[in-house]
């Protein structure tokens, strides 16, 4: 395995949660979604319809987010169990790729979970999502992911966003070299791309560019709120196209 730095095209990732974001990402040019739903919880595993929907419309990759529940990723067999079927119904469905993590009660990745996940994923690429931020030692974590075959980790250094962990993620990329993909995401900007190209081991990026839009209503209940934070009264979630010029002008730059 080459572990020296490469000069690569950055790929760019959007996690999507509604399926107009969704289309306006795929036609901007965005060369992969990672399908999710849930906003407000973080992401969680999307519907199927909508997965099919969206694979018969866009031309790019589309990674599926495998998560049961928000709250944590200490999840139960049973729960590991219901991971595995969906992994295998949107194996099935055309998925090409999925994005899950798995962590023990006292914060270390669960390697034997994760394990039996990747066996359900077959030959399709997997991502560690941001469980990795949240685990008890970082660095201990990052060999654990490397050993159950991920072939990314998506990280925020372990901080917030990306602009606090800025340092750390520039570290476990020089730690990680080719051995895995460390793809900075998290609140990400555009100026984090100079940055991060300098370790040399840049290759992919995820970004939301989102937005919210009002919605398109002539009469709101605004007394009542649907969910117990209220946070659907922000708007539809959707796609920033002007945020993602700025992200490619970035990536473009040398």
Known sequence: MNLEPETLNILLE??????EAALLAA???VDRLELCSSFTAGGETPGPGMFTFLKKKVGIPVFVMIRPRSCDFVYSSD??????????????LGADGFVFGLLNPEGSVNTEGCGYLRKAA?????TFHRAFDVSRNLEESL????SSG?????????????DEGLADIKRFMLVAKNHIIIMPGGGLKPHHIMELRKTGYL??????????????????RTDVQISANGKETEGVVTFDTEIYRKFKAAIASQ
Request: net charge positive; charged share 30%.
């Open 79 to 92: 729960e590991i169990e219901v991971m595995a079927e969906e992994i295998a119904q949107f194996d099935r």
């Open 27 to 29: 036609d901007s040019g």
């Open 122 to 126: 077959g030959n399709k690429p997997c």
């Open 203 to 220: 290759k992919e990026v995820h970004a939301s560019c989102k937005k919210f839009r009002k919605p398109d209503l002539s009469f709101i």
């Open 150 to 162: 991920f072939q990314r980790i998506l990280t925020s250094g372990g901080k917030n966003s990306v």
């Open 14 to 19: 959007s996690p999507v949660f509604t399926t």
């Open 143 to 146: 060999g654990r992911i490397i």
